[in-house]
């Protein structure tokens, strides 16, 4: 069984999950501080990072964009929870966010903590008492474990099974790997490097499903947010209240009504998502507006969708082009509104529909489902959690090189070292080991002995 | 009548001499008994030392100061590397031994040295101190008493050969069985179980027809165990390889119901890794053939050993399935094939030194310990006498780790998982395999072998010498560039290897698969004279640094888990959280480390952090007093 290692920093959401408030990103470990303070661009370019004092300012992603704005505070080592330098971020509460800054956090040299590793280090450091450590082992009693792993058991059962899978398939390429190295002598006739290769790439598309089932296993787990945007009166309040089923948005007529950000928790098609409605994007001299407008350009940004209103009375103008253009195409929906006055010419490629009378709403819903990988097409929903994800992903990296070295059918024994670490990715999921399961499928496939 | 030793080594197998080496290294008064002085270090099985991961274990016996390599290089009629088309960490050495020879060799050493006292005797029981073992008592009266005894009982306690349903004690064919002393070890509580292992009809080479069988020839160089023999040729003997065929199989499934293996009449645990012929013939009915290696048993004998058709089959089956196979159309049978069963030790109920858990001052060693092959039990006797000794010297234990030694591995597999089958090494069980290369044996272990006082310091200077030899040179070579210039261009396209484009270390040329050290030559104005065995660590260590790296990286993850070491005295069965299958296992293995707590199987992460806690608290109430 791998054994988590202190000298890693290790990085994990430390409030409780779901959407809330307030969420508390933690990092604890000998990098904890260059990895945080790489993520971190205060708002006064002066701050120091004092220890122990919140310092406001924005959180960025791997490629240095912010993500959100947070509150930063640094503990050192004699002064932390686990004894190690700790760095925590205080951020607004959602599940998406939380993610995007644990990923910058992995992208920066963390890994995600085990579950009770913080404590773990904690009292390994000597920084939890008698009566803390006890409650711990109080937390980790039998009994509860016992109820945790059954509870366990039953939720990723489906994934247990796939894994199991996987490892089976690892097991065979590593046993032709093993047999080739252990067995040089024996009449087992020549490995085939392609039949090696053939298991890697079949085990490789069962990850790639795992892999591009996460968004919709996120996705139903903890909710997507998809963003409406578009020019002001493009009809973004009606279509919120169309798809929200209530009134929610003030509409009106009146170009720019909506200023601040107005959300409706909503499911569609079986998945929730936080829908939010942004202020019309225009150029404006009007100083509150103003701020509307840059405040919807950062949630755009910040979406895992944006549905982009074409006003079809006006039909697509050079500032739809503008705003469109500074859009990720491939999280991006452009909807033609307003269908039931002016339908859409030949060439508009996108859906049609009425916010207003509700026409062609339906499709946009497949559509939005689509999209955020929610639908059946978008593979099994069984990776839940960004540690999961995290390993699954490991074990692709590693099933990659494999497959590079396997192909000369000269490094089977790096080969064999590549598909090790993928099975401990594996592993580190399912919790066993490997070794005694190749062994077993050497000599169940092959008659060898001296 | 009393005699006293330091050390008792009883049996004197490959197990026995290595431990009794090491006691005489140690400076110790070793006493050496055996059921028979003229098989010393004898091989029951097939007449080959080495092969994958065993020629691993030879070499690390040798650069720690041992007899084995020394002995097989100095008796061997052939000798192979495998595996020369692979990497480096996969490749091996293999010899072919004159197998009497071996032993005589064996035994003039043990002769030589002053410190081991040879006896031919059959220790029947041990002699107690309380729950210390103090030696043993032969059969013959003597009492050799021992501050330490190492057990290296081979096949021999209550060993039972089985030739078709007739059955006969025996620890090996021509050899009486140890039985009083396996009933008085039962007597003192300790769960023997019970193994099986077979071998081999012998032939007689006059009646083999060579012209039909395809030759084997050693390497045109041959390659050394011990890294102290110089380079020197030796003239070779072949081996030969053969084939059964549908009508030997034929022949094995009609003798089945005289099988001692398939009637049930066999109880022991055979092993999947050694299988017998009727075994092979039934587990993969689809394989039409099976390979037989036909193997010399020495220079002046013309005995042959083929490999592969080991059985138990009655005597007129073995006679007929063996004429069956090409080549051996007229052969006559010398010695008849035979299955063994014999008491063994579930390797779990001993401390990592070898130590008995139950019994102090006993250590147990070799195949007794359930496992198979010489090379295996020779690492064993090394460990176990390493640590008996340092137990008389008031020397702390020594335990390789997984990351330091195959033998490493093998001492923690057996301790941790205990066998319920003969235990083989495989270099696919050492996690860190890259690291552990036959190679580099010397580098990994000498240094502490030398600060054991195992081998001379002048031998630890050599090996400390050579490694910084090969750090230099490697800095050497990253720090020495070539820039794409003509000269450079041309000369990487007349080796049909890829132009640079920027300034280039030496280091990452010599990365490519195409280029050699040797062919870097006239890029390398400044290039020392360096001995080949520096030139073959650089070119290894040079290519696989990437993944030497990594897998360096690994193991200091392994070595902070070793770093938290585990009390003997943990009430596992009263600690809150732990289930009583895993306390059980916990307190059966007793791990020393949390690391190998978590090795043991079935050991979940949560009762690895049960045992944190329980340790907090002890440290918090101890501080407290």
Same mark, same amino acid.
């Given at each position: 069984m791998p054994l988590p290692t202190q000298r890693d920093t290790i990085a994990a959401l430390s409030s409780a999950r779901g959407p809330a408030g307030v969420a508390l990103v933690r990092l604890s470990g000998p990098e904890a501080l260059e990895i945080g303070r790489r993520l971190f661009r205060p /708002?006064?370019?002066?701050?120091e990072l004092a220890p122990r004092t919140m310092i406001l300012g924005h959180l960025l992603d791997a =490629?240095? $964009? !912010?993500?959100d704005q947070v509150l930063f505070v640094y503990f050192p080592p004699t002064g932390s929870y686990t004894g190690e330098a700790v760095v925590e971020f205080h951020l607004h509460g959602g599940p998406v966010i939380v993610e995007a800054a644990l990923d910058a956090m992995l992208a920066g040299g963390a890994r995600i903590a085990e579950p009770g590793e913080f404590t773990r280090r904690a009292f390994l450091s000597g920084r939890l008492d008698l009566s803390q450590a006890e409650a711990v082992a109080e937390l980790i009693h039998a009994k509860s474990l016992v109820a945790a792993r059954a509870a366990h058991r039953r939720l990723t059962g489906a994934l247990s099974d796939k894994v199991d899978r996987l490892r089976d398939l690892l097991a065979e390429a590593l046993a032709l790997c093993e047999a080739d190295i252990d067995f !040089?002598? /024996?009449?087992?006739g020549a490995i085939d490097p392609a039949e090696i290769v053939g298991l890697i790439d079949r085990a490789d598309e069962v990850v790639a499903a795992l892999i591009a089932g996460h968004a919709r296993a996120r996705a139903l787990a903890q909710g997507a947010v998809v963003a409406l945007a578009g020019? !002001?009166?493009?009809g973004k309040s009606s279509l919120l209240n169309r798809l929200a089923g209530a009134r929610r948005a003030l509409v009106h $007529?009146? =170009?720019?009504?909506?200023?601040d950000l107005i959300e409706a928790e909503v499911v569609l098609a079986g998945v929730p998502v936080r829908l939010i409605d942004t202020a019309g994007l225009r150029h404006t001299e009007h100083e509150i507006e103003r701020q509307g407008v840059d405040l919807a350009r950062e949630t755009i940004a910040g979406a895992d969708l944006a549905v982009y209103l074409i006003d079809g009375t006006n039909g697509r103008c050079a500032d739809d082009d503008e705003h469109l253009a500074a859009l990720d195409p491939v999280r991006t929906i452009v909807v033609w509104n307003k269908a039931d006055v002016s339908a859409p010419g030949e060439d508009f490629p996108g859906p049609a529909l009425s916010a207003k009378t509700g026409a062609g709403v339906e499709a946009l819903v497949a559509r939005i489902v689509e999209m955020l990988g929610a639908? $059946?097409?978008?593979?099994? =929903?069984?990776?839940?959690s960004v540690r999961q994800r995290e390993l699954i992903q490991r074990a692709a990296a590693r099933l990659q090189a494999a497959r590079a070295v396997a192909?000369?059918?000269?490094?089977f024994e790096l080969a064999a070292f590549e598909l090790r670490e993928a099975a401990d990715a594996l592993a580190a999921i399912v919790g066993e080991t490997t070794t005694d399961q190749v062994l077993d499928a050497i000599f169940s496939r092959f008659c060898v002995g001296k | 009548m009393e005699e006293h030793y330091d050390l008792l080594v009883i049996g004197a197998g490959h197990a026995g001499v290595e431990a009794a080496f090491v006691g005489a290294r140690l400076g110790l008064q070793v006493c050496l008994v055996t059921l %028979?002085?003229? @098989?010393? @270090?004898?091989?029951?099985?097939?007449p080959a030392i080495g092969g994958m991961a065993k020629g691993h274990l030879v070499r690390e016996i040798d650069a720690m100061g041992g007899v084995m390599g020394k002995v097989a290089d100095a008796t061997g009629i052939q000798f192979r590397r495998l595996?020369?088309?692979?990497?480096a960490a996969v490749r091996s050495r293999r010899c072919q031994s004159d197998m009497d020879n071996y032993s005589r060799v064996m035994r003039a050493l043990v002769e030589q040295e002053p410190l081991i006292h040879l006896r031919q005797d059959r220790i029947d029981r041990l002699v107690l101190d309380g729950q210390r073992v103090a030696g043993g008592q032969g059969f013959s009266g003597r009492v050799y008493r021992a501050r330490a005894t190492i057990l290296t009982a081979g096949t021999f306690l209550r060993g039972l050969l089985h030739i078709g349903m007739t059955h006969f004690a025996g620890g090996r064919l021509g050899d009486v069985p140890a039985n009083t002393l396996s009933e008085h070890l039962l007597e003192l509580g300790l769960p023997l179980g019970r193994l099986k292992t077979g071998t081999c009809p012998r032939l007689? *080479?006059?009646?083999?027809? #060579? %012209? @039909?069988l395809e030759a084997q020839p050693g390497d045109e160089h041959p390659s050394f165990f011990s890294f102290e023999t110089p380079p020197h040729a030796v003239e070779q003997v072949p081996c030969h390889i053969t084939y059964t065929n549908e009508r030997t199989h034929e022949i094995i499934r009609s003798g089945l119901d005289e099988s001692p293996l398939f009637s049930g009449k066999i109880q022991g645990v055979g092993t999947r890794y050694c299988p017998s012929i009727e075994d092979k013939v039934m587990r993969f009915p689809e394989k039409l053939s099976h390979q037989i290696f036909v193997e010399p048993?020495?220079?002046?004998?013309?005995e042959v050993y083929p490999n592969g058709i080991s059985t138990s089959l009655p005597f007129a089956v073995q006679l007929a399935y063996v004429r069956s196979i090409p080549g051996f159309e007229r052969a006559e049978i010398v010695r008849p094939g035979y299955a063994v069963e014999y008491d063994y030790l579930d390797?779990?109920?001993? #401390?990592?030194?070898?130590?008995?858990k139950a019994l102090e001052n006993l250590f147990f060693a070799g195949q007794v310990n359930g496992t198979s092959g010489y090379e295996e039990a020779a690492a064993q006797g090394m460990v176990a006498a390493i640590n008996a000794c340092h137990k008389i010297l008031d020397r702390p234990p020594i335990i390789l780790a997984r990351d330091q030694a195959m033998i490493g591995v093998l001492v923690d597999d057996l301790v941790t998982k205990g066998a319920d089958e003969p235990y083989r090494m495989f270099?696919?069980? %050492?996690? #860190?395999r890259l690291l552990l290369r036959e190679d580099n044996a010397d580098l990994r272990l000498t240094p502490l072998a030398a600060e054991l006082g195992l081998i001379s310091p002048e031998r630890g200077a050599t090996v400390a010498a050579k490694k910084v030899a090969i750090e230099n040179e490697l800095q050497r070579l990253t720090e020495t560039f070539v820039r794409p210039v003509a000269g450079v261009l041309d000369w990487l396209q007349s080796r049909g290897s890829a132009p640079i484009v920027n300034k280039t270390s030496l280091a990452e040329l010599l990365r490519?698969?195409?280029?050699d050290y040797a062919d870097l030559a006239p890029l390398d104005e400044h290039r020392p004279t360096l001995d080949a065995e520096i030139v073959e660590q650089v070119e290894i260590q040079n290519t696989y640094s990437g993944y030497l790296d990594r897998q360096a990286d690994q193991a200091r993850r392994l070595r902070e888990a070793e770093a938290v070491e585990l009390p003997p005295d943990i009430p596992y069965r009263e600690l809150? *959280?732990?289930s009583n299958e895993l306390a059980g296992k916990l307190a059966a293995v007793q791990p020393r480390t949390l690391g190998q707590a978590g090795r043991i199987? *079935?050991?979940?992460p949560a009762a690895l952090q049960v045992l944190m806690v329980h340790l907090h608290r002890r440290r918090a109430e101890n501080d407290a007093k």
């Open positions: /708002q006064k370019a002066t701050d =490629a240095g $964009e !912010p993500l !040089p002598d /024996q009449d087992l020019r !002001p009166n493009a $007529e009146t =170009a720019g009504t909506t200023r639908g $059946e097409a978008g593979g099994e =929903a069984l990776l839940a192909g000369n059918g000269r490094d | %028979a002085v003229e @098989a010393i @270090a004898r091989m029951s099985c097939n595996g020369t088309k692979k990497g007689d *080479g006059n009646t083999i027809d #060579y %012209a @039909a048993e020495g220079r002046h004998t013309t390797p779990v109920h001993l #401390y990592p030194t070898l130590e008995v270099t696919s069980r %050492a996690e #860190y490519r698969h195409e280029l809150p *959280g732990l199987p *079935g050991i979940t």
